[in-house]
């Protein structure tokens, strides 16, 4: 199973950028799809995350600017963020918790980083 992150870019203070994120391998399910940026701590920040009956969750500093949502069937997902700003540069990541055909649970899976820049 690989998880692989995209759309991150340069973009000035107040811009979009649109992140894709796509699980792809052997894959019987995935309940909980999420983003997470490093931060400025050694533990990555949780952003956004979406389940498989598409509730949603942000945090508290990117809510009403960032949008969280996922295409179940293409095992993708989306962060629309619009109203950028200079703190929201950092790398995302996405993970995913995934069951593999033959496995009873679920594991997580980390997709490489994606680089964001928002410049003022």
């Known amino acids: 199973v690989q998880l692989q992150a995209s759309g991150g870019g340069l973009v000035q203070s107040g811009g979009s950028l649109k992140l894709s994120c796509v699980a792809s391998?052997?894959?019987?399910?995935?309940?909980?799809m999420a983003w997470y940026r490093q931060g400025r701590g050694n533990e990555r920040e949780l952003v956004a995350g979406i389940d498989s009956s598409l509730r949603t969750n942000y945090a508290r500093s990117v809510k009403g600017r960032f949008t969280i949502s996922r295409d179940n069937p293409k095992n993708t997902m989306y962060l629309q963020m619009n109203g950028l700003k200079s703190d929201d540069t950092d790398v995302y990541y996405c993970?995913?918790?995934?069951?593999?055909?033959?496995?009873?649970?679920?594991?997580?899976?980390w997709g490489q980083g994606t680089q964001v820049t928002v410049s003022s």
């Open positions: 391998g052997p894959i019987s399910d995935i309940n909980i």
């Open positions: 993970k995913s918790r995934i069951r593999t055909p033959g496995s009873v649970g679920y594991r997580e899976y």
